[in-house]
């Protein structure tokens, strides 16, 4: 059956931006279960965002980011994350190590528009040819070194290591736009690579992952390669001409995958937890909930306390779509009630991924979590029965952080994907 208008309880997201105008929609009166109240948006300081026009662009504080990809508005959603190292524009600043190489400063236009991207150009000389910063973190803890990077005839190579035993790199070809993993060092994990772009011609490459468990200094290295053989050695006979053009270098400490660029300056640069959340006074009955969004660490989240979709709170007699496990990058979905519940997914997206989850509560308190990826064929997984609570410990649903959340919709009732998908623009 379709959906109709009278059952559906909201409508939050790009989507919605892209068809009403504005972020958040009700259809349904307050004695229904629904609100004449807009979504609830916060972030505490500045953003980045790849605006519809290509360029990396700042909201301001509080200010929803609407980031375009392929075409779609998402609403952007991230956890906070600070910058530890400086001058992220300035690669001719001395805080940066340079090895046989020398930096053209502000010689190519950067992501966001400005003359501010340099040229890392290699010297005529056999040894690496690099740039690296050495960075204080905790030991054992998992990290993500990033930046902007272009190049026709050079590939980049990312690398985080203690300088001497232990450590993980990818190498990135800056033509064709693809990660290769490679080897680690003694004890480093490379946990992945990720490639995003080209955004005004350059890509957004990134590595996570962890070094060991006792180190508590590392050096992240931006290393030229003049092959894209995986794990092949740092040296080679530069020419004294080729060069990679870099910009927006970012370390970020704690974090299970790459986020929104974050500019630094002399003190370094933080970006503060996005935050949305819905007025929603529904009480427990068989519905469905739809989610459309861009997968951007939520699902890698465990570890760091990230929740997808959560109605009720966090605490008894509420609703929830999280990642699985530490180390287990899937999501389930839980009732917890009287008796708790949950349908936990086989497999999850990669960072990046286009993900629809539809997860439906029946009227005995069975959970059906379906999802699809990218268009594929979806796949699901069910739970036993529960019994619903009278009431949700709380009136409120929030979304996020870790996704680019295109459309988030509830209807009352069982409903299918492709249900949902017929009220997508």
């Given amino acids: 059956m379709t959906i109709a208008a009278s059952d559906l309880l909201f409508y939050v997201g790009g989507a919605a931006f892209k068809k009403f105008g504005t972020l958040g929609r009700r259809t349904r009166p307050a004695d229904q279960g629904g609100e004449d109240v ?16 290509g360029y990396v662009r700042t909201a301001d504080a509080a200010g929803p980011r609407i980031e375009w990809v392929d075409g779609l508005p998402y609403l952007l959603l991230e956890p906070a994350a600070t910058d530890r190292v400086t001058y992220s524009e300035q690669l001719d600043n001395a805080a940066w190590s340079k090895a046989n190489c020398t930096i053209s400063a502000d010689a190519v236009t950067a992501p966001d528009g400005a003359m501010t ?33 272009a190049g026709t005839n050079r590939y980049v190579r990312l690398r985080v290591s203690n300088g001497t035993t232990n450590g993980f790199q990818a190498l990135f070809d800056l033509v064709n736009g693809t990660a290769t993993s490679e080897t680690n060092t003694g004890s480093g994990t490379l946990v992945r690579a990720t490639i995003f772009g080209p955004v005004q011609g350059l890509y957004r490459c990134a590595i996570v ?10 050096f992240a290295f931006a290393i030229l390669r003049n092959s894209g053989t995986a794990n092949a050695g740092d040296s080679y006979a530069g020419d004294g001409v080729s060069f ?13 995958a790459p986020t929104s660029y974050i500019q630094s300056v002399a003190t370094g640069g933080a970006r503060s937890a996005d935050s949305v959340t819905l007025a929603y006074r529904q009480a427990p009955i068989a519905a469905s909930y739809y989610l459309k969004f861009r997968e951007r660490g939520t699902v890698f989240g465990y570890s760091h306390g990230l ?8 605490s008894s007699n509420s609703l929830k779509i999280i990642p699985n496990a530490a180390a287990s990058y899937r999501y389930r979905a839980t009732l917890t009630a009287a008796t708790s519940v949950s349908a936990t997914l086989a497999a999850g997206p990669s960072w990046d991924d286009p993900v629809e989850l539809l997860l439906q509560i029946a009227s005995d308190g069975t959970l059906t979590l379906t999802q699809s990826i990218d268009g594929a064929a979806s796949t699901s997984a069910t739970s036993g029965a529960a019994a619903l609570p009278a009431a949700w410990a709380s009136n409120q ?3 996020g952080p ?24």
């Fill in 397 to 399: 649903i929030a979304f």
């Fill in 244 to 256: 990679v053009t870099a910009w927006g270098l970012n370390f970020i400490r704690v974090a299970g």
């Fill in 38 to 53: 807009a979504p609830t948006f916060a972030r505490a300081s500045v953003g980045t965002f790849l605006d519809g026009s």
């Fill in 209 to 218: 992952g962890t070094v060991d468990s006792s180190t508590t200094s590392v």
């Fill in 402 to 425: 870790g996704i680019a959340l295109y459309a988030a919709l509830g209807a009352r009732g069982e409903h299918t994907l492709d249900e949902f998908r017929s009220w997508l623009p």
């Fill in 307 to 314: 929740l997808l979709f959560t109605l009720g709170g966090s």
């Fill in 117 to 149: 991207a340099d040229k890392i150009v290699e010297s005529a000389t056999t040894p690496t040819h690099d740039v690296n910063r050495q960075i204080t973190i905790a030991a054992g803890e998992q990290v993500v070194w990033s930046g902007w990077f």
